[in-house]
């Protein structure tokens, strides 16, 4: 199984900052398979980026993503209010796994 | 648009079956672009995926559950299912049923919270 791990923990950043979210993978996985996700308070989930750099419907264009092989990166350009939540990284390759998650607070 | 609803009891006592269903709206379940999974959330942790069902019944499934978890689909009526046994207090949690196109989940349920005890 591969298990991903999400660095920092927590982020406190300011509006209008820009956001550096990290995955890494245990094993190698395919850039195709890799998803990112957020989460706010008593909702479900939002896919974001699929494919890791690959933006979902309607996402607006200060998400990105990045990365390949064990290492991405979800990057928000500047912080909007409605930014701030947890994100979740998730691969499919070896089985489906998400990663523990990043919570985005205000400073 | 699709959309996706879980249902399903709120309370499941301990050894006993968790069963829910998740009803489709706005599209097919039969269509070939979806499969379809289930995600669980435990109370202020992270998601864990459960497992995903093809329109035709194949099947997959989170090895660490595998030996407890059933998911079903009956494209009539437009729903698939999670039936998971031998519950133990471990397995509260909110369960989504979400679709799976481009490689990742795209469209999720609202969620529903189960809890598991006497």
């Known amino acids: 199984e591969i298990v991903l791990t999400q660095s920092p923990g927590t982020l406190s950043l300011s509006p209008g900052e820009r956001a550096t979210l990290s995955c890494r993978a245990s094993?190698?996985?395919?850039?195709?398979?890799l998803a990112w996700y957020q989460q706010k308070p008593g909702q479900a989930p939002r896919l974001l980026i699929y494919?890791?750099?690959s933006r979902a419907t309607g996402i607006p264009d200060r998400f990105s993503g990045s990365g390949s092989g064990t290492d991405f990166t979800l990057t928000i350009s500047r912080l909007e209010p409605e930014d701030f939540a947890v994100y979740y990284c998730?691969?499919?390759?070896?089985?489906?796994?998400f990663g523990p998650g990043t919570k985005v607070d205000i400073k | 648009q699709l959309q996706l609803q879980e249902s399903g009891p709120g309370l499941v006592k301990p050894s006993e079956t968790l069963s829910l269903t998740c009803t489709v709206s706005?599209?097919?379940?039969?269509?070939?672009?979806?499969?379809w999974g289930w995600i669980r959330q435990p109370p202020g942790k992270g998601l864990e995926w459960i497992g995903s069902i093809y329109y035709s019944g194949s099947t997959y499934y989170n090895p660490s559950l595998k030996s407890r978890v059933t998911i079903s689909v009956d494209t009539s009526k437009n729903q698939f299912s999670l039936k998971l046994s031998s519950v133990t207090a471990a397995d509260t949690a909110v369960y989504y049923c979400a679709s799976w196109a481009y490689d990742a989940f795209d469209i999720w349920g609202q969620g529903t919270m189960v809890t598991v005890s006497s």
């Open positions: 706005g599209g097919s379940i039969s269509s070939s672009s979806y499969y």
């Open positions: 494919g890791a750099s």
């Open positions: 998730q691969q499919y390759g070896s089985s489906l796994t």
């Open positions: 094993q190698s996985v395919s850039s195709s398979y």
